[in-house]
Structures are given as structure tokens and as C-alpha cells.
């Protein structure tokens, strides 16, 4: 089955740096988006980067500048690396993919999440 497996998660100081990944697993036939969200407690989950295919990029206004995302068409990734990490950014974050499947057509996928803590 179609997977998406994120790494890259953990714990670093205030400006620090993380780049998270993820990784489409299993046959597809192609990726319409992929991108990132996060969800803070408390906080309702919010996006925050999404790339397309014909290489579209949105990001939330509060990392404009600090945060990058990019992909690997071949490899099947999308890539997440965030600098100067802020208290404020600490939250889960959810890798999501707009997939085509060889059976299923266009479907909506989910990672498991991983965690990013900024602390000092």
C-alpha cells in the first residue's frame, strides 16, 4: 500500500536549524502536491509549505524566509528545511501528499507525524 514516511523530527535550540523529509512508499502514478502541516496544542493544525508539480510554492506567512521546501520528482521526496527555528514553531508536524494511485485514482495521504521541539 501507499505510504508516506516522514524523518527528520527532534530537538534544537532557538535558531537553530532541522530539515524534515518525506518519502512517498509504494506504486503510484503521480503526485499532484505534497507538502507540510503542523499542529500545536491548543492550536488548530495549519499549512505550512506545499509545492506542486509544476512547482507551485505556498508557505504560511509566519516562515516566509526561514523555511524552504523543495522536492525529488525521481526519489519521490519533499524536503522541509527550516532555519532560524523560533520557540513558536514547535509543534507536530504532518508531511500530507496529493497522490495518484494506479488503483484508487487521486486520493489524499497522511504521515504519521513527527515531533519538533525549539527550546532552549
Known amino acids: 500500500q501507499v505510504q508516506l514516511v516522514e524523518s527528520g523530527g527532534g530537538l534544537v535550540q532557538p535558531g537553530g536549524s532541522l530539515r524534515l523529509s518525506c518519502a512517498v512508499s509504494?506504486?503510484?502514478?503521480?503526485?499532484?502536491?505534497m507538502g507540510w502541516y503542523r499542529q500545536a496544542p491548543g492550536k488548530q493544525r495549519e499549512l505550512v509549505a506545499r509545492?506542486?508539480?509544476?512547482?507551485?510554492?505556498n508557505y504560511v506567512d509566519s516562515v516566509k524566509g526561514r523555511f524552504t521546501i523543495s522536492r525529488d520528482s525521481a526519489k519521490k521526496t519533499v524536503s522541509l528545511q527550516m532555519n532560524s527555528l523560533k520557540p513558536e514553531d514547535t509543534a507536530v508536524y504532518y508531511c500530507?501528499?496529493?497522490?495518484?494511485?494506479?488503483?484508487?485514482?487521486?486520493?489524499?495521504?497522511w504521515g504519521q507525524g513527527t515531533q519538533v521541539t525549539v527550546s532552549s
Open positions: 500530507y501528499g496529493d497522490l495518484v494511485v494506479i488503483v484508487g485514482g487521486r486520493r489524499d495521504y
Open positions: 509545492i506542486t508539480s509544476s512547482n507551485s510554492i
Open positions: 509504494g506504486s503510484i502514478s503521480g503526485i499532484v502536491a
